[in-house]
């Protein structure tokens, strides 16, 4: 167990629809990650934040959105599903440090 | 060219043989080297993590970074079949706090028992 929780495990949706996934760091970690693994791409970086702001982004769609809370917790927004959005969706953390990243055990999202 | 290269497999090896795993890259701001494992509709865990040239040991598992020749390696010595899984490379650039990891597309490794 990496001490990163993530919700809802499995999300099954439909085009066109908004859903929003949960992320929990580990303890007195400051950075969350957001990552987006398909078959045909493998792992691909989306969105990192750090203490509640916004540090880095990656091939992120527009119709997606995050934010990171005062308790750390962040939450990933997807909008305007289309088939192409079914993935896993993981989210990491890391210390101040940073260059350490422990995964949670993903959100499967299935746009249907 | 893709910033991170690692061929896909399927590797498939007897019980106890040594596996060689291997990633290059194109990218010489990468400094820091990781190996994930991640068993299916699981999340990545953290094997091996190294950021210097050579070798770094942790039980069955050597992580191998070649800085001047861009290309790493992990080598499991007695496999298990407990150790079926995929294996992802991942990389990231040095300084900052922004430390996103490029990752390769993983191998995908089945031992046999």
């Known amino acids: 167990d990496s001490g990163v929780t993530q919700t809802p495990k499995h999300l099954i949706t439909a085009t066109g629809q908004r859903v929003t996934l949960r992320c929990s760091p580990r303890?007195?970690?400051?950075?969350v990650y957001w990552y987006q693994q398909s078959l045909d791409q493998g792992l691909q970086f989306l969105i990192q934040?750090?203490?509640?702001?916004?540090?880095a982004k990656g091939n992120i769609l527009e119709r997606f959105s995050a934010q990171q809370f005062p308790d750390l917790h962040s939450e990933l927004n997807l909008s305007s599903l289309e088939l192409g959005d079914s993935a896993l969706y993981f989210c990491?953390?890391?210390?101040?440090?940073?260059?350490?990243?422990?995964f949670g055990p993903g959100t499967r999202l299935t746009v249907l | 060219q893709k910033e991170v290269e690692q061929d896909p497999g399927p590797l498939s090896v007897p019980e106890g043989a040594i596996v060689s795993l291997n990633c290059t890259y194109s990218?010489?701001?990468?400094?820091?080297f990781m190996w994930y494992r991640q068993y299916s509709r699981k999340g990545p865990e953290l094997l091996m993590y190294?950021?210097?040239?050579g070798n770094k040991e942790d039980g069955r598992f050597t992580a191998q970074v070649d800085k001047s020749s861009k290309y790493i390696s992990l080598f499991i010595r007695d496999s298990q079949p407990s150790d079926s899984a995929t294996y992802l490379c991942?990389?990231?650039?040095?300084?900052?706090?922004?430390?996103?990891?490029?990752f390769g597309k993983g191998t995908l490794l089945t031992v046999n028992p």
């Open positions: 303890s007195g970690d400051l950075s």
């Open positions: 991942a990389m990231t650039r040095r300084g900052g706090s922004n430390y996103k990891l490029t």
């Open positions: 190294t950021y210097s040239s």
């Open positions: 990218n010489s701001a990468f400094q820091y």
């Open positions: 990491a953390s890391s210390s101040s440090g940073g260059d350490t990243q422990y």
């Open positions: 934040y750090y203490n509640g702001e916004e540090r």
